[in-house]
């Protein structure tokens, strides 16, 4: 089989990046470990920054996106029984989206099988000659070949493409936290119209949601803890503990939908490119989900990946595509420093002596009470410029 660029991961780096090139008349296969409903039923991030969004409209996959998804002007912090609004209009004219991940894919995937769209699922032995280029993998027993003139390596962090990169050629930078997120889905009215960031003496929690009748919350546990261990009554009655009263007050419980839990893990693989093999999202980098910045972070890959390739079909210029690991990186330090500073920020470490967290609670005071801390935060938040 020949194609312009093989994709390795079928998630949403890959289907965007897919969808992108083939509005530009650039072809592409997507090859996928998973089945297209298991790529479906994973509940992950749920805001969007404007650049995100511009590139699914250039892909012309925004229509339910702006049928559908929630603008929010702000978002709320808590410490202890205090609690405050960040207003990102106050610093920059620009909102964030709340619209799920998932749907995100569905339409991704809708677009790309209406254009025709070429995928293989449930692919396994997955190897690439980034120098080929060319990838191998084998699907029902038997093993195939595309040619290509790129990969794209969008197949998250525990994929095949950043280890093609030979170990002396790349460097990793890694901190791993030592505490997970307990994420719960519940059919129920979000607790308040924008999202809650609570820093509580018993660790973090987070009040999020789809839209108005299916809230996403997170509290903060223990690495090795177990998902299964924790009942719909014990994830509620910890989440109310960690909110302020009049928050507490308000929520409305019921069963959860999904429950899981999710390590946290600041990481970056430099450089994100070898060869013909360019590395996007979570394959090069993950953040700690604080900062909402993953999916965000894919995106801006996304965005000079693109941009780099279109230089090179449409005018034979290879020079954006040699200084793509460059300028995704610069982008990526920044969403890492943000996340690291906002996880350090809302949550209880366990070697935390009494004066760290009296630090933490001045730094929550400064920002409550300095505009010019709060536009930091606005600007990083809602998503720098690419
Ligand atoms: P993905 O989504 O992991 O997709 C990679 C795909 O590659 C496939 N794959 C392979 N395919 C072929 N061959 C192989 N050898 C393969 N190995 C793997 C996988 O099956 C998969 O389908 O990476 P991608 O596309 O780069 O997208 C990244 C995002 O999914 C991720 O950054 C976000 O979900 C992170 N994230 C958030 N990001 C935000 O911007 N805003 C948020 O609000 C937000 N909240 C979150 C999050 C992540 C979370 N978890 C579970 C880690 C909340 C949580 C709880
Ligand atoms: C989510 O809704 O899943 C979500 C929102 C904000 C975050 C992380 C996750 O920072």
Redesign the pocket.
């Known amino acids: 089989m020949k194609t312009h660029v093989a994709i390795?991961?079928?998630?949403?780096?890959?289907l965007l990046l897919s969808q992108l090139l083939h509005i530009r008349g650039i072809s592409s296969i997507i090859?996928?470990?998973?089945s297209k409903a298991h790529?479906l039923s994973?509940i992950?991030?749920?805001?969007?920054e404007q650049g995100l969004i511009g590139l699914l409209r250039e892909a012309g996959v925004c229509d339910r996106l702006e049928a559908e998804g929630f603008r929010h002007d702000g978002t709320v912090l808590t410490f202890d029984e205090q609690s405050f609004r960040v207003d990102f209009k106050d610093f920059i004219d620009q909102p964030v989206v709340v619209y799920g991940?998932t749907e995100i894919t569905r339409d991704l995937y809708a677009a790309r099988e209406a254009a025709g769209g070429r995928f293989e699922f449930n692919?396994e032995d997955?190897v690439i000659d980034p120098h080929g280029p060319s990838v191998s993998y084998a699907v029902g027993g038997e093993t195939r070949v595309i040619e290509c003139d790129f990969v794209a390596g969008?197949?998250?962090?525990?994929?095949?493409s950043r280890k093609t990169i030979p170990q002396d050629k790349r460097q990793e930078f890694e901190k791993v936290y030592p505490f997970g997120?307990l994420?719960i889905l519940s059919e129920t009215p979000p607790v308040h119209e924008e999202l809650i960031y609570a820093n509580s003496e018993r660790g973090f929690a987070l009040c999020s949601m789809r839209n108005n009748a299916l809230s996403r919350y997170?509290i903060q546990c223990d690495a090795n803890d177990d998902a299964a261990r924790w009942s719909d009554d014990a994830f509620w009655a910890e989440l109310k503990k960690r909110l302020p009263a009049k928050f507490a007050d308000a929520l409305v419980t019921g069963p959860s939908i999904e429950k899981?839990i999710?390590p946290l893990r600041s990481f970056v693989c430099e450089p994100m490119q070898y060869g013909k093999l360019f590395l996007?999202?979570?394959?090069a980098h993950i953040v700690p989900?604080t900062g909402?910045?993953?999916?965000?972070?894919?995106a801006s890959d996304v965005h000079y990946l693109y941009q780099g390739l279109r230089a090179f079909y449409q005018r034979g210029d290879m020079s954006e595509l040699d200084a793509y690991s460059s300028k995704a990186l610069a982008r990526v330090w920044k969403a890492e420093r943000f996340s690291w500073w906002f996880t350090s920020l809302m949550h209880r470490f366990p070697d935390q002596a009494a004066f760290d967290i009296k630090m933490q609670k001045a730094e929550l005071e400064f920002l409550r009470s300095s505009p010019a801390a709060q536009a930091a935060m606005a600007v990083n938040y809602v998503g720098l410029p690419y």
Do not use: M
């Not at 390795?8 to 890959?14: A, E, K, L, N, V």
């Not at 996007?280 to 394959?283: I, N, R, V």
């Not at 909402?292 to 894919?298: D, E, I, R, V």
């Open positions: 390795i991961g079928g998630g949403p780096s890959g090859l996928e470990r998973q790529v994973r992950r991030a749920g805001v969007l991940q692919v997955v969008c197949d998250g962090f525990h994929g095949v997120w994420g997170y899981s999710a996007c999202g979570d394959a989900p909402a910045k993953g999916l965000n972070t894919a």
